[in-house]
């Protein structure tokens, strides 16, 4: 009898698991092909891979969640891994009150990135409320939703960007950094994901590296070129690329992937200031977002920009690299080329003449100049680079008037080069200032700030050893005062973070730029030579 009873019981714990490794249900088909294919169709049937496990126990399906808390609503995305065909596509979201968990909302999970979006209005932002993201019986997430720090004199935002395949392991320096400086919010500028083509096992990746930083605290991400599958990107309202490199401008694959990569890396983020879709059907996600008295712009560096193949002369091998030291810098700043485009130029205007007593600050993927002279290797010298914002001039110049005038800051990633400058407008230190953060990993296509005379500006940071600040023309001919920068020689081979503090009682703001492999919870760690800066609004 106790023979039968345990060979029945086999045969059901057999059966079980043959329901989930071998599906006999039809998967959701993929509107694209040979991409994001880890984790499309019969996905279960693909090989191992080299950037994660995705045929996690059923009880860790929920990968980790992201949200943030604007006007009284939360925003909460969930994201996670795949599911098989006969897995529930629901999942509901529990809050902790009460003294018990109570399901407040479901929604179905969208297979195309395996994610879904909760929305609570009327939202009670006075405290801490615990949250669990739950799928089936026994799969969830859990973290805090923090209560609005609009109480704390200073607000402290931890910046990141350039999250290289070059290193797959976990980002365990950075968790415990972050964690232990406990910041209020998070912010990832971009290039979360490197595997261009696979951005749903990148992004899980990313989740599993980082998740232990936004689970108890809002965070902002979003999407640069290489989240998207490009090199580069010159978005162009949303036109289709066909060119190499995609200097043409416009989007290289299938809009539904675009779409997918920025519904899992920004639907979390305060409601579009202008929803109105682009070419191809590819949304915005411009917008901007409050916390604790500091008010957040979050700009699309790339989403309308011009591309420039085909429209300036060409000055090297490549449309967007410029080589010849001696080029008129005029003659591709021309009229009909484009950088943030009009409507995001529309946001900040109005964004910016809002009066209030909220700190500004603008979040945007890279940087308003040519930073940095030297690209991957160290004879590998640019005297100008198209895919950063220097470039067209005249609209680098409304965007910066535009950011001066808000009285804001600017932080930004993606230059794999750490830099603190003082935008130029008409004049050399008339512009706002800016952060561009380091890369996390920086052992990939490094950049170095070296200018060709090795010379200093004039007025150069007396408050550093770095050879090479003051006032600078950039490639492009704009103004430009370097106060810092991190090369590749630097701790960390440059790689870390930047850690923003917002002094609202002093309307002063420090950047503070930490290495990767700095430990913070020592009481000895330093931070890169030239910081942290400190600087006042007006």
Known sequence: MHKLINCCLLLFILQFQSSFSQPQATPFPSPFKNIDTLATNDWWNRAPNEIINLKVNRDSVVAFGLYTVHANVLKLT?????????????????????????????????????????????????????????????????????????????????????????????????????????????????????????????????????????????????????????????????????????????????PEYVKMVERCQTGHLPDPYDPTPIEQGIGVYYTNLTLGGIDFAILEDRKFKSGPEGKIPQQGPRPDHIRNPNYDPKSIDLEGLTLLGERQLIFLKDWGGKKSEAMKVVLSQTGFCGGAHIHGSLDNRLHADLDSNGWPQSDRNKALKLIKNANAVHIAGDQHLATVIQHGIEDFRDGPWAFVVPAIVNDYYSRWWWPEDEKAGSNPNKKTSLPWTGDYLDGFGNKISMMAYVNPESPSSGGGYGLIRFNKKEKNITFECWPRNADVTTGNATQFEGWPITITLD
């Open 78 to 254: 969930a994201q996670l891994y795949p599911l098989y065909p006969k897995e529930t596509r629901t999942i509901s979201l529990a809050l902790y009150t009460d003294g018990e968990w109570n399901i407040v909302q479901k929604q179905d999970v969208n297979e195309l990135g395996w994610s879904a979006l909760f929305r609570i209005e009327n939202w009670d932002y006075s405290k801490d409320i615990k949250y669990r993201i739950i799928h089936g019986e026994g799969a969830y997430f859990e973290g805090t939703i923090r209560k609005n720090p609009e109480y704390k004199d200073e607000i402290v935002m931890a910046a990141l960007s350039c999250n290289s395949n070059k290193d797959r392991g976990l980002r365990r320096n950075y968790v415990r950094n972050i964690n232990y400086q406990d910041p209020d919010i998070m912010f990832f500028a971009g290039d979360q994901s490197y595997d261009h083509t696979e951005h749903t096992a990148a992004w899980l990746k990313f989740g599993l590296q980082f998740r232990e930083t936004f689970r108890n605290r809002p965070c902002i991400t979003i999407p640069d070129d290489h989240d998207i599958g490009q090199g580069n990107l010159w978005g162009e309202n949303g036109k289709l690329s066909t060119a190499k490199g995609s200097s043409d401008g416009g989007y290289r694959y299938h």
